[in-house]
């Protein structure tokens, strides 16, 4: 393991938490009356597009995953709308599983679907730009000692601290406190977002202060 991927993966993450910063300060110079809990839909699409942004952008710029086939324009074209996909189906996924835990069925749908795009934001959309609509790598990547680079190792424990942040997120909605933030799904959502921003700030200390320890197989 080079020092270098990992100062490279602490960069990646830093320009990542900074996106969701600049999405909580710069819209409200734009938008009237805006602020998190207020309009918090608005912020929350603005938040996953902006990470999304930076995602791709930053992916294609540092390329870990360096493929040495040279691909056509209709291979790259099928595997943007498998993307597309694989993030429909995994908001569409989320949405359910929210729905088995409890969330409001028919009233607040835009709600809860909006919980299930910030969700898949921060976890299906990391591991489209790190691995592609490969679904068995992805299962890969989860399994015990399956990861092969700091950024599959990275990608596990992000995923893993943004489903922490949501599920912690959800304990004080049925607390009787009547604070604004307890309205779902205000604190599933900011939980979700610091379980995220936490992630990428801690997986590159990990992994440094592990360096010696990990090995990777080649794939």
């Known amino acids: ?21 600049l999405s909580v300060f710069i819209p409200s110079f734009f938008l009237e009356n805006f602020s998190i809990l207020e309009t918090h839909l ?5 938040c996953s597009v902006s990470a999304t942004a930076v995602n791709l952008v930053l992916y294609l710029v540092v390329k870990p995953n360096v493929s040495s086939k040279r691909s056509s324009l209709s291979y790259k074209v099928t595997r943007f709308l498998k993307c597309c996909l694989y993030f429909l189906t995994s908001c569409f996924f989320f949405h359910v599983i929210f729905v088995l835990y409890g969330a409001p069925l028919i009233e607040l749908v835009l709600e809860t679907f909006s919980l299930a795009v910030i969700l898949s934001t921060f976890t299906t959309v990391p591991c489209l730009c790190l691995l592609g609509p490969n ?4 299962l890969r990547i989860f399994s015990r000692n399956g990861v092969t680079s700091v950024w599959e190792n990275s990608l596990q424990i992000t995923t893993i601290s943004s489903f922490v942040g949501i599920w912690l997120g959800a304990f004080p909605i049925p607390l009787d406190w009547g ?3 307890q309205e779902w799904p205000i604190s599933c959502t900011l939980g979700a977002t610091f379980g995220y921003v936490a992630g990428l700030v ?6 440094y202060w592990n360096r010696k320890k990990l ?5």
């Open 1 to 21: 393991m080079k020092d270098t991927d990992i100062k490279k993966l602490l960069y990646t993450h830093l320009l990542c938490i900074f996106s969701i910063i």
């Open 42 to 46: 608005t912020w929350l699409y603005i």
């Open 135 to 138: 679904f068995k790598a992805w």
């Open 179 to 181: 604070r604004p933030w």
């Open 202 to 207: 801690i997986s590159p200390l990990w992994i």
């Open 215 to 219: 090995t990777y197989k080649n794939n």
